[in-house]
Structures are given as structure tokens and as C-alpha cells.
């Protein structure tokens, strides 16, 4: 089993609420940080503990809320110069709040803590939650354009129902995660290619496999905690503050994978899909019922073979088989940085075992899917 710290392990993160409803949130979101590590501290503007309690607050956090700001000077003790926080989250961020820190005006104990955290240039994080028409008028608009020019980051509301809503925990998590973080991957673009491919048979058939893509949705993730700018492509569920790119075929992929190295380029090409190796002849309508019949396959290329030879990125296969480990030594001497190999039983399961072969030699791991791609990248880097 790896031994894997939590990704928020020894830092602080500020939780900063203010008078949005969305605030009602903010017990789960404090106690999903925690689950990652996070040491965190409430700080509540006046309007925010009309919305919710401040003992529910300090309940969710393990520490006394902060309501205003004392003789104890706590929006310098955590967010000023040599300050013991290492983020503050705004969140949810209110239109009033937002257009406030743009203008420097610090009249509550939150807005306080966000010219405190700015003028140290600490990461801080801003997560917006209002009706749509607060959202989409023009001194929000230009408020958030000026704290983005500044290097604060947002994670976008979803627009619907007429309002701008809270994003979700796991986008909010997972952009702390990032900003908390060292970032040894700024500046790198990273290529993920996952789940697996449908090929038609006939009108209503498919030929697949029983890949679910959590492998490079977790490899993708993890690339964004680490700073990159990734792409991932599949067909599954859209993964969270990161560009998707949705793939069906193989064929499809291939287009894509293509297409974005030659008008992008990328430093990293992690290819987890369970890409067909076969597409098969398709049948005009749909086949008749009771009737045996034989289906022509035909053999497609490798994507990651042209992808090594054109553009020769940093680049992770996955060699899925019972011989995986004698397959993988031979598929190093193409060129892979390294070859993950595992077997066919941990397809579309939560956990995995696998062993990472590079020219260094080959490592055994085991666990979550996360975890196995935290290893990943852990070699990688």
C-alpha cells in the first residue's frame, strides 16, 4: 500500500464567509477540508452570522469563528507578513464583498483579511454566489476582471435558476489544493487521455471495454493540484476545473490527441484510455435477431506510437494484461518515460496494483486510484 499524505497535510487555510445563503454550505466545506489535512479557520463577516451560526462555524472547524477583529490583530497574525495561514478562501464571496476588495475597501472582518492577505501576496481564493443580475453587473464584472489581473483566483459559480451558484466542494477543494501547493508543474501543459472508447457495429450496437477513466481522471486531477495546465480526453463525466475534451471512437481520440499537440504542443502525455486496439467492419442498419453472424475486426493504430515519434512528450502508457510486466520492459525501448502496467481485474474498480517500470528499474503500488496517481507523478517529477 503507498503511503500517501493528504494533499493539505501542515497548511492553514482561512475560510472567509460572508452574507450569502450559500454560507449554509460552508459547515460541509470546512469539514471536507479538514478531511484532506487542512488545519481551518473560520473568519465571519456580521452579515454572514445572520445566515448561519457562529458556534456551527467553530463546530466545522475545530477552532473558535472569527466575528470581528480584535486587540489580537488576527487578520495580521494569519494573513500578514510571515502570518501562519496559507490560503484564504473567500467563500461564498457576496457582489458587495467582491466589488469591495477590488476597491480596497476593508469595512468587515473578511474584507479586512483579503487587503491583509493581498498586500502580503499570499494565494486567495474566491468563490462568487449571488443572483445572476448582482453576477452579471458591470461593477462585479470589472471587479472580478481587476482581482484576476491581481492573481487572485475564482472558482466560477454555475449559472442557473437565475443565479450565480456556489461552485461545488470538490471544485473548491481541489482549487486550494492547487494554490496551497508548490506547483512544480507551472507553466507545463500535460495531455491525459481516459475510459474507454465505443466503436459502432451497427445502428444501435457498440464494442467497448469495462474501463470506468477514473485512472486518468485521478492522474489529470493530479496534475492540476501540481500546477499544470491539462487537457483530458474521454467520454465520461466532465472532471472539474480542468479543459475536457470529449472523445467517443478511437478514431476520435486520435483526432484530438493530434490536433492539440500540433496547434498546442504539450510537456507530458499520460495515455490511461482503454483505447480500441479494434474497430470493427460496421453493419448498414441493425443486425437481424437469431441469425449467427460473423463481425470483421480491423486493426487501428497507436495513438502514444505516433504521439512518441512526432512529438516525443514525457510519456506514461498503461499496459493492461496478465503478462503486462513482460510487455512493459519491451515497450520502454519506444522511447515511454515509463510504463504502468496492472491487470485486467482492476478495470473499472476504485483501487488498483501496479508496477511503474522506467529505465531506473520498477516500483509496486498499491491503492486508491488517486493515490496510485499521486506515485505517478511523484516519479515523474
Given amino acids: ?24 454550505e460552508d459547515i460541509k466545506l470546512a469539514r471536507a477540508l479538514r478531511r484532506k489535512g487542512a488545519a481551518v479557520q473560520g473568519v465571519m463577516s456580521e452579515a454572514a452570522c445572520r445566515i448561519v451560526s457562529p458556534d456551527a462555524v467553530t463546530y466545522a472547524c475545530d477552532i473558535p469563528a472569527i466575528t470581528k477583529i480584535s486587540g489580537m490583530i488576527e487578520h495580521v497574525k494569519f494573513c500578514g507578513i510571515d502570518g501562519s495561514a496559507d490560503v484564504l478562501l473567500i467563500a461564498p464571496a457576496t457582489a458587495n464583498t467582491i466589488c469591495k476588495i477590488a476597491a480596497g475597501i476593508d469595512d468587515t472582518s ?48 454555475s449559472i442557473s435558476e437565475n443565479k450565480a451558484k456556489f461552485a ?47 485512472m486518468g481522471v485521478e492522474a489529470a486531477l493530479e496534475a492540476y493540484r501540481l500546477g499544470a495546465d491539462v487537457t483530458i480526453l474521454h467520454s465520461g463525466d466532465a472532471v472539474p476545473l480542468i479543459r475536457n475534451v470529449i ?57 502514444i506510437d505516433e504521439v512518441v515519434e512526432k512529438f516525443r512528450p514525457v510519456t506514461v502508457a498503461f499496459k493492461l494484461g496478465w503478462d503486462a510486466d513482460l510487455k512493459a520492459e519491451e515497450m520502454l525501448k519506444k522511447g515511454f518515460f515509463m510504463v504502468a502496467a496492472n491487470t485486467p481485474d482492476t478495470m473499472g474498480e476504485n483501487t488498483g496494483r501496479y508496477m511503474l517500470h522506467t529505465q531506473k528499474g520498477k516500483t509496486e503500488v498499491y491503492g486508491s486510484k488517486e493515490e496510485v496517481s499521486k506515485a505517478i507523478w511523484k516519479e515523474l517529477l
Fill in 168 to 214: 461545488s466542494n470538490d471544485e473548491i477543494v481541489l482549487a486550494v489544493e492547487r494554490e496551497a501547493g508548490k506547483k512544480p508543474l507551472d507553466g507545463k501543459k500535460v495531455i491525459v487521455t481516459a475510459g474507454a472508447c465505443r466503436e459502432k457495429i451497427d445502428d444501435i450496437r457498440i464494442m467497448t471495454t469495462r474501463s470506468g477513466g477514473r
Fill in 247 to 303: 472523445t467517443d471512437s478511437a478514431a476520435d481520440m486520435r483526432k484530438a490527441v493530434m490536433d492539440i499537440f500540433e496547434k498546442e504542443g504539450a510537456d507530458y502525455y499520460i495515455s490511461a484510455a482503454a483505447v480500441s486496439d479494434y474497430k470493427p467492419e460496421i453493419f448498414e442498419g441493425k443486425i437481424p435477431c437469431g441469425e449467427d453472424i460473423s463481425i470483421k475486426l480491423i486493426p487501428l493504430p497507436k495513438i
Fill in 110 to 157: 473578511v474584507t479586512t483579511f483579503a487587503t491583509t492577505a493581498i498586500g502580503r501576496g499570499m494565494p486567495v481564493i474566491i468563490a462568487p454566489a449571488m443572483h445572476e443580475s448582482m453576477f452579471c453587473h458591470p461593477a462585479v464584472i470589472e471587479g472580478i476582471k481587476k482581482l484576476k489581473e491581481w492573481g487572485i483566483v475564482f472558482v466560477s459559480p
Fill in 1 to 24: 500500500m503507498i503511503e500517501c499524505m493528504q494533499t493539505l497535510e501542515g497548511k492553514t487555510i482561512v475560510l472567509a464567509i460572508t452574507g450569502s445563503i450559500a454560507a449554509v
